[in-house]
T-cell receptor
């Protein structure tokens, strides 16, 4: 069983929709949770970072972490065609340094 | 802005060839990483380095080696390329050793082994 599970999609939504992307994990030592966005033929770039449980909002993006359920989410409000990309969740444990464990990635297409 | 560059965007090699993939970062980062990305498997860590001449195995080091002679440069070596090493290879760097440190990625090298 993978340490981090992420629905690979693909997910296709109309412009303006609310998008929910999710990951579950099994390692209770994970403390740092990240979402990376990867455009086609590019490397991933950090989108959101959250430490431990709670919510974090940045513009149209909200990251949620529920450590009790070992579940993290990324919400995109008012989705735009420019949000079309693959979204990867990543997480790390205290003491593992910068070593990240990634989900498989969810491919999102926002249709105009 | 942090810039991570990779020597090639696309490479085609033959089975048995020795392949060098190079990565350079320009922000004096201590840590550097090599991943491969495959459909259905996501990003998997091959090797990482937290200092010059230091290296640590990741989750899938078999068939690969690395070299870090200078802080800004991290090379991935396929000693004898095989078809199952056809993949997208991504290099990343981060400033220091801490759980919250952002990893910055290069654009990737798409390697095809025939």
């Amino acid at each position: 069983q993978k340490e981090v599970e992420q629905d690979p999609g693909p997910l296709s939504v109309p412009e303006g929709a609310i998008v929910s992307l999710n990951c579950t994990y099994s390692n209770s030592a994970f403390q740092y949770f990240m979402w990376y966005r990867q455009y086609s033929r590019k490397g991933p770039e950090l989108l959101m970072y959250t430490y431990s449980s709670g919510n974090k909002e940045d513009g149209r993006f909200t990251a949620q972490v529920d450590k009790s359920s070992k579940y993290i989410s990324l919400f995109i409000r008012d989705s735009q065609p420019s949000d079309s990309a693959t979204y990867l969740c990543a997480m790390s444990a205290t003491g593992s340094g910068s070593r990240l464990t990634f989900g498989e990635g969810t491919q999102l297409t926002v249709n105009p | 802005d942090v810039k991570v560059t990779q020597s090639s965007r696309y490479l085609v090699k033959r089975t048995g060839e020795k392949v060098f993939l190079e990565c350079v970062q320009d922000m004096d980062h201590e840590n550097m990483f090599w991943y491969r990305q495959d459909p259905g498997l996501g990003l998997r860590l091959i090797y990482f380095s937290y200092d010059v001449k230091m290296k640590e195995k990741g989750d899938i080091p078999e068939g690969y080696s690395v070299s870090r002679e200078k802080k800004e440069r991290f090379s991935l070596i396929l000693e004898s390329a095989s078809t199952n090493q056809t993949s997208m290879y991504l290099c990343a760097s981060s400033l220091s050793w801490g759980g919250r440190e952002t990893q910055y990625f290069g654009p990737g090298t798409r390697l095809l082994v025939l």
